[in-house]
T-cell receptor, first 114, second 111 residues
């Protein structure tokens, strides 16, 4: 079964540093998403991306965050200047179409900000 | 009011038991509904989509009541491997495919 793969599995970074989280979605998926889950809390939507544009973003996704799909396969989430509260699991997801189709999640990157 | 609200749990049941999870959602523009399961510190994995007519997949049955904005999941003959957190998930129409997750209900199946 095709998988969504994320790297790295764990990233430890000093506060204020930039981080890039990488995802390789399933090849025939067209819609891409990032979610995060702070330890002990629910999964929260960050951003959706289609046709090289952001479709929707949440309040969490402020100017410190950006996404891109630079080469047609990788889908990245960049945090420019990390804060302690950015520590969380970050999940990439994809779907064939938005809306009715379920989304398939990668196994996540654990981001720890020191 | 929370957008998606689930039974707080945890549910501790013996093997073979039947267990039911309830979920309510607040946004009437919700268009798609899912149950995901999440094992400790792992990614959410799709268990099943939920359709208006109700649907069944083996030991799992999902129901949707749009009028009451209520979703349920029934697990029959529970197995040790069913132990996980069950996430009620809703997609809102015309919001870029955004999924809204409930807090999850933890299930622990004991021998």
């Amino acid at each position: 079964e095709p998988e969504v793969t994320q790297t790295p599995s764990h990233q430890v970074t000093q506060m204020g540093q930039e981080v890039i989280l990488r995802c390789v979605p399933i090849s025939n998926h067209l819609y891409f998403y990032w979610y995060r889950q702070i330890l002990g809390q629910k999964v929260e939507f960050l951003v959706s991306f289609y046709n090289n544009e952001i479709s929707e973003k949440s309040e969490i996704f402020d100017d410190q965050f950006s996404v891109e799909r630079p080469d047609g396969s990788n889908f990245t989430l960049k945090i420019r200047s990390t804060k302690l509260e950015d520590s969380a699991m970050y999940f990439c997801a994809g779907s064939l179409v938005s809306g009715n189709q379920p989304q398939h999640f990668g196994d996540g990157t654990r981001l720890s900000i020191l | 009011r929370k957008e998606v609200e689930q039974d707080p749990g945890p549910f501790n049941v013996p093997e073979g038991a039947t267990v039911a999870f309830n979920c309510t959602y607040s946004n009437s523009a919700s268009q798609s509904f899912f149950w995901y399961r999440q094992d400790c510190r792992k990614e959410p994995k799709l268990l099943m989509s939920v359709y208006s007519s109700g649907n069944e997949d083996g030991r799992f049955t999902a129901q949707l009541n749009r009028a009451s904005q209520y979703i349920s999941l029934l697990i029959r003959d529970s197995k040790l491997s069913d132990s996980a957190t069950y996430l009620c998930v809703v997609n809102i129409y015309n919001q870029g495919g955004k999924l809204i997750f409930g807090q999850g209900t933890e299930l622990s199946v004991k021998p």
